[in-house]
């Protein structure tokens, strides 16, 4: 049988993701398959630094998908993210007539009003990823999803948000992935794939922040009126946690432990009176290491993360009762204990923690904060409904799902 299918591959800082779906008879997607590798010290901040460690890691995570999903990935989806990557809204107004003597808006008047929204001066050395039509104007009616073809009016306008990148890190990327015998079909903001596999169209409507906190980057997306309005990104997440631990005199594995099982972002959930005995590092004997002072070097940073959300939505002249759906946040980061109720007093938002949606998955594994940006690309991949004649997926096999879920222990 054969079926379109399309795979996200998200090359991380500490693991690289893929997840394959193929598209359903309206386009939904229907999970297939799904891969992971550990991946340390190729990629940072988005940015490729090891050109083979990355391109091993990347063929284990999609053969690993490969067996469960039955055939051969011969294309992928992308996620490109980091601070190279942003986003700027532009408009582009035709005049159709005039107050006095309105004209009729054309298709033609509404190709050449989007053309202008999407023809921005980029800066030397970038290249556009995307340009999403957000909303359409004439006269005094803002906000239209639809173009107002057919309609009297002295002019029509179009709002374009484009996507774009600098040329270099991208095109390292997309070498990099050729070098494992597949191609890229498509590049894709990480943080736009995570809001897809996570976010309703209510709330990107009503107004909501998608942040993914991951190892090394924390990408933000601030949606209202149903799509996209601003990107960032910091060099700040879940691995700077790690070395701020480090810090107290620990190796990096003994801070990596001491973030995920006792850490928390919240003074509320520290304990006074614990102490842990912790080995030092270099095998120098142990450390005594008290709960409320992790709790304070944690929250410090989640604080620092969380201020820069904030900072994200002044710029884009948005107060927090703009965005009544919140903030979602997804990454291995999210995980982080306390953050969500840290998040909201530093961001006076509603948080919650994003995980991707999905009728059925081939594994519990896809429905975790981790996998929004892989999943979000095969969401984004079969809405935009290419067809491809592949082989249709097979069964998930015990074994594959158990190598997966041994490469998550590992991250936990
Ligand atoms: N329970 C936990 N508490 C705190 N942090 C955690 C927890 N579990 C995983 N993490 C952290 O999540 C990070 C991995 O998340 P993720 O897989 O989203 O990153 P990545 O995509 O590889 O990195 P990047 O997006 O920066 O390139 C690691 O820093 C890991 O320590
Ligand atoms: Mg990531």
Same mark, same amino acid.
């Given at each position: 049988?054969?079926?379109?299918?399309?795979?996200?591959?998200?090359?991380?800082?500490?693991?690289?993701?893929?997840?394959?779906?193929?598209?359903?008879?309206?386009?939904?997607?229907?999970?297939?398959? *799904?891969?992971?590798?550990?991946?340390?010290?190729? #990629?940072?901040?988005?940015?490729?630094?090891?050109?083979?460690?990355?391109?091993?890691?990347?063929?284990?995570?999609?053969?690993?998908?490969?067996?469960?999903?039955?055939?051969?990935?011969?294309?992928?989806?992308?996620?490109?993210?980091?601070?190279?990557?942003?986003?700027?809204?532009?408009?582009?107004?035709?005049?159709?007539?005039?107050? =006095?003597?309105?004209?009729?808006?054309?298709? !033609?008047?509404?190709?050449?009003?989007?053309?202008?929204?999407?023809?921005?001066?980029? %800066?030397?050395?970038?290249?556009?990823?995307? @340009?999403?039509?957000?909303?359409?104007?004439?006269?005094?009616?803002?906000?239209?999803? !639809? %173009?107002?073809?057919?309609?009297?009016?002295?002019?029509?306008?179009? @709002?374009?948000?484009?996507?774009?990148?600098?040329? #270099?890190?991208?095109?390292?990327?997309?070498?990099?992935?050729?070098?494992?015998?597949? !191609?890229?079909?498509?590049? #894709?903001?990480?943080?736009?794939?995570?809001?897809?596999?996570?976010?309703?169209?209510?709330?990107?409507?009503?107004?909501?922040? *998608?942040?993914?906190?991951?190892?090394?980057?924390? &990408?933000?997306?601030?949606?209202? =009126?149903?799509?996209?309005?601003?990107?960032?990104?910091?060099?700040?997440?879940?691995?700077?946690?790690?070395?701020?631990?480090?810090?107290?005199?620990?190796?990096?594995?003994?801070?990596?432990?001491?973030?995920?099982?006792?850490?928390?972002?919240?003074?509320?959930?520290?304990?006074?009176?614990?102490?842990?005995?912790? %080995?030092?590092?270099?095998? @120098?004997?142990?450390?005594?290491?008290?709960?409320?002072?992790?709790?304070?070097?944690?929250?410090? @940073?989640?604080?620092?993360?969380?201020?820069?959300?904030?900072?994200?939505?002044?710029?884009?002249?948005?107060?927090?009762?703009?965005?009544?759906?919140?903030?979602?946040?997804?990454?291995?980061?999210?995980?982080?204990?306390?953050?969500?109720?840290?998040?909201?007093?530093?961001?006076?938002?509603?948080?919650?923690?994003?995980?991707?949606?999905?009728?059925?998955?081939?594994?519990?594994?896809?429905?975790?904060?981790?996998?929004?940006?892989? +999943?979000?690309?095969? #969401?984004?991949?079969?809405?935009?409904?290419?067809?491809?004649?592949?082989?249709? +997926?097979?069964?998930?096999?015990?074994?594959? *799902?158990?190598?997966?879920? &041994?490469?998550?222990?590992?991250?936990?």
């Amino acid at each position: 049988m054969s079926a379109e299918y399309h795979a996200g591959l998200d090359i991380g800082a500490s693991a690289v993701k893929c997840v394959v779906a193929v598209a359903g008879e309206n386009g939904e997607p229907v999970f297939s398959g *799904l891969g992971a590798s550990e991946c340390r010290n190729s #990629v940072r901040d988005g940015i490729l630094v090891d050109m083979e460690g990355a391109a091993a890691a990347a063929a284990r995570a999609m053969e690993e998908a490969e067996e469960l999903c039955g055939f051969r990935i011969e294309r992928v989806q992308l996620a490109v993210g980091g601070a190279h990557v942003r986003g700027l809204m532009g408009t582009g107004t035709i005049g159709t007539g005039s107050m =006095d003597e309105p004209g009729v808006i054309t298709e !033609k008047d509404v190709a050449a009003a989007l053309e202008a929204a999407g023809s921005i001066d980029l %800066p030397p050395g970038s290249m556009a990823l995307d @340009r999403i039509t957000r909303d359409f104007a004439f006269d005094r009616f803002t906000g239209l999803s !639809k %173009p107002p073809v057919g309609l009297q009016a002295s002019s029509v306008t179009a @709002r374009v948000f484009t996507v774009y990148s600098d040329r #270099v890190p991208v095109e390292n990327l997309i070498a990099m992935v050729e070098r494992t015998g597949r !191609k890229v079909e498509a590049l #894709v903001p990480s943080g736009l794939a995570a809001g897809a596999s996570v976010l309703s169209a209510d709330e990107m409507d009503l107004g909501v922040v *998608l942040m993914d906190i991951g190892s090394s980057m924390t &990408n933000l997306v601030v949606y209202r =009126d149903g799509g996209p309005m601003h990107l960032a990104s910091f060099s700040m997440a879940s691995d700077h946690i790690t070395r701020d631990l480090q810090r107290l005199r620990l190796s990096w594995v003994q801070a990596e432990r001491l973030k995920v099982e006792k850490a928390a972002a919240n003074d509320r959930m520290s304990s006074p009176n614990l102490v842990m005995n912790v %080995p030092r590092v270099g095998d @120098r004997g142990t450390l005594q290491i008290s709960h409320p002072l992790v709790t304070q070097v944690v929250s410090q @940073r989640i604080e620092a993360i969380c201020e820069g959300v904030s900072q994200e939505i002044r710029r884009c002249g948005l107060e927090p009762g703009d965005l009544p759906a919140g903030l979602i946040i997804t990454g291995g980061g999210s995980r982080t204990r306390g953050l969500l109720e840290t998040a909201a007093a530093v961001t006076g938002l509603p948080v919650e923690t994003g995980y991707p949606r999905a009728n059925e998955v081939p594994t519990e594994i896809l429905r975790t904060p981790e996998f929004a940006v892989a +999943a979000g690309l095969s #969401v984004l991949g079969c809405g935009r409904g290419r067809r491809h004649g592949r082989g249709m +997926a097979s069964g998930p096999k015990k074994g594959m *799902l158990r190598r997966v879920r &041994n490469f998550l222990d590992t991250l936990k």
